[in-house]
C-alpha cells in the first residue's frame, strides 16, 4: 500500500476540468510540503506544483500557471490539485509527494519526497 492515495484521475475532452486529490494513508499530512509531479509515457517526471503546510505559499509550473489550483484541507488529511482547460500535452500519470524540510521555494529535489503516491492517470483527448 502507497503511503498516498491519489484519485480523481479520467479521461475528458480538451477544454474539460478534474480535480486530483491525495490523502494520506500511514502518516499525517498536517507537517508535510506537498506536490504533484506528472510523467508522460518516454518522459521524465516533472514537478507541476507544490503546497506548503499551511496552505500560505503555492508554486506552479509555468505549464499549469493559470489553469491549475493546489489547495489543502488539513481537516481532511487531502491536497487537492483542481485542473481547468485542459490540452492533451497534460496526459501523463500525477503523482503527489510529500516531505516535511525544504517548503516550496523551489529548493526541494524530487528525491527529497519521502512519501508517494502511486499515481493517477489523466487523460486528455477528444
Known amino acids: 500500500q502507497s503511503d498516498l492515495v491519489e484519485s480523481g484521475g479520467g479521461l475528458v475532452e480538451p477544454g474539460g476540468s478534474l480535480r486530483l486529490s491525495c490523502v494520506a494513508s500511514?502518516?499525517?499530512?498536517?507537517?508535510?510540503?506537498v506536490a504533484w509531479f506528472r510523467q508522460a509515457p518516454g518522459k521524465e517526471r516533472e514537478g507541476v506544483s507544490c503546497i506548503s503546510v499551511t496552505g500560505s505559499t503555492t508554486d506552479y509550473a509555468d505549464f499549469v500557471k493559470g489553469r491549475f489550483t493546489v489547495t489543502r484541507d488539513n481537516a481532511k488529511k487531502t491536497v487537492y490539485l483542481q485542473m481547468h482547460n485542459l490540452k492533451p500535452e497534460d496526459t501523463a500519470v500525477y503523482y503527489c509527494a510529500a516531505e516535511s524540510i525544504w517548503g516550496c521555494d523551489g529548493s526541494a529535489r524530487i528525491t527529497d519526497y519521502n512519501y508517494w503516491g502511486q499515481g493517477a492517470q489523466v487523460t486528455v483527448s477528444l
Open positions: 500511514t502518516f499525517s499530512l498536517d507537517y508535510y510540503n
